[in-house]
């Protein structure tokens, strides 16, 4: 026990003292801030002190593994006891004698590698949670939403798995707080079984698998590592090696939704029956069409203020938030062409007086979640079944993008200007410092072009509209095919 008082100083109890000292300062400041207290010992790292805003210092066992830094959570400095002792009542609240006393006792247990001891610290922190219990399966689903905060799926992991799961009338309590190891699939097929028979989203239903799946793994990642840092639950999952969610059949009738694209005539039923049956999401699905095949979740976030119409070429501008290997979102500008600023003007009129232009109906102050978008697309296809006695495809408004994408490519419009359009991500250094034009001129010329291709198939009888691809397009009256026949 004396190695811990192998110190260049005569007195190592004052020294002590002065680190106290020095973290009672750092805390009268009243900022972020850190420090670090060299192990005498070389190679055996140092007690490492993090002051929050909020004036809470944690001590940490800090010191590398090969090139990985490891920290082990010791407790909280004792001048915290006073301020945070009801707050967390479990926890130590250490002198710096006692921290460095405490990391003393873990080296002359474990071999000084970084290795062996990390392996020290996770049992340690495995038998002590191990001792308090294994966690609900509320637990998990709450505990990985809080992970999962300020990632860019997190509004749309919330929102299903409060809904489905977390308030959920459908699901009994007495699942919600079982032990999540022993949770099984068939405990939630009353949620499965709604969604799938009644309300019939069919990908939502495979959304929703896929995050309870992740809870899983996030589980198991909080029982093998104590130096997660995630807040701390009195006990562990223990659902290492499990995961009743883990490679669940898929429900989606057509997996490969993306990739399918729309005939003339599904393109046809799509504008004109959409408002009739799908309300907001109809209108969510003609701009989409008009505005050039933009992504459907940079228009839903879309607001009333991006949209700019006292100007020469009345645009809006959306924000994408995928952009390569790079994760930083980029802004891109979509001028109206004729078809597209009558859609937006009646829309207006429907939720001109929210924030944005697609709110949910219940909560104005957020926006529609892709996840509501299946139902009305199956009542689209009911409603086609029964006035014209048409199947029309699993649909998703995804099929748009590329049905989109397609036609233009065989107008005329080419690829460069076409991606503009789509808001790609063009990542060079030319577009990346140089190149701020937001080309208006050019794509209002190129959606202007579309908007008169959309209005002669549109504006067709619905007998004159075929299960065709825009490559083999039946001739219209006095027309003449692309080749004639022609000998030597």
């Not at 006695?389 to 989109?404: E, N």
Request: hydrophobic letters at 35%.
């Amino acid at each position: 026990m004396d190695d811990i008082f192998l110190s260049v100083t005569d007195d190592p109890v004052d020294e002590f003292y002065l680190m106290d000292d020095t973290i009672a300062l750092m805390r009268e400041a009243q900022q972020k801030a850190s420090k670090s207290f060299p192990l005498p010992k070389r190679g055996t790292g140092s007690v490492y002190a993090e002051i929050r805003e909020n004036g809470l210092v944690s001590l940490s066992h800090r010191y590398r593994n090969g090139k990985k830094m490891v920290q082990y959570h010791l407790g909280y400095h004792s001048s915290c006891y006073s301020d945070f002792s009801s707050t967390y009542p479990d926890k130590a609240y250490l002198t710096m004698t006692q921290a460095f006393v405490k990391v003393q006792e873990n080296l002359t247990k474990a071999d000084l590698s970084g290795s062996v001891l990390m392996t020290h610290y996770s049992e340690q922190a495995f038998k002590k949670r191990e001792a308090q219990g294994f966690l609900s399966f509320r637990v998990l689903v709450e505990g990985y939403i809080n992970h999962m905060e300020g990632r860019r799926s997190y509004e749309n992991l919330k929102s299903a798995l409060t809904k489905h799961i977390l308030k959920n009338k459908r699901l009994p309590q007495s699942v919600l707080n079982k032990s999540a190891c022993f949770i099984v699939y068939e405990d939630l097929t009353p949620v499965f079984n709604h969604m799938l028979y009644v309300r019939r989203v069919y990908t939502a239903t495979d959304r929703l698998i896929a995050f309870l799946s992740a809870a899983y793994t996030w589980g198991a990642k909080y029982d093998k590592d104590s130096t997660i840092r995630e807040k701390e639950f009195p006990g562990i999952f223990n659902v290492v090696g499990y995961n009743p969610f883990y490679k669940t059949p898929s429900f989606n009738k057509n997996p490969k939704v993306g990739k399918y694209q729309l005939t003339d005539k599904q393109l046809w039923l799509l504008w004109h029956e959409s408002l009739a049956c799908m309300s907001k999401a109809g209108r969510l699905a003609r701009l989409l069409l008009t505005l050039g095949g933009v992504r459907q979740e940079h228009l839903l976030v879309a607001c009333w203020a991006d949209v700019d119409i006292n100007t020469r070429y009345p645009n809006i501008e959306l924000i994408s938030a995928k952009s390569g290997n790079e994760s930083k979102p980029f802004k891109y500008s979509i001028p109206f062409n004729s078809l597209a600023l009558y859609e937006l003007e009646q829309l207006r009129l429907i939720t001109g007086h929210t924030e944005f232009l697609f709110p949910q109906e219940r909560n104005r102050d957020r926006t529609m979640s892709k996840d509501g978008l299946d139902k009305p697309l199956a009542r689209l296809q009911e409603h086609v079944l029964g006035r014209y006695g048409y199947t029309m495809p699993h649909l998703s408004m995804g099929m748009l993008r590329g049905t989109v994408s397609t036609r233009m490519g065989v107008i005329g419009i080419g690829d460069s200007i076409k991606e503009k359009i789509q808001g790609h991500n063009l990542n060079n250094i030319r577009t990346k410092h140089y190149d701020r034009n937001k080309m208006l001129p050019e794509k209002l010329e190129a959606l202007t072009k579309w908007d008169e291709y959309l209005r002669d198939l549109l504006s067709r009888p619905y007998s004159e509209v075929f299960d065709v691809y825009p490559e083999f397009e039946r001739l219209q009256e006095g027309e003449a095919p692309v080749v004639v026949a022609r000998g030597l």
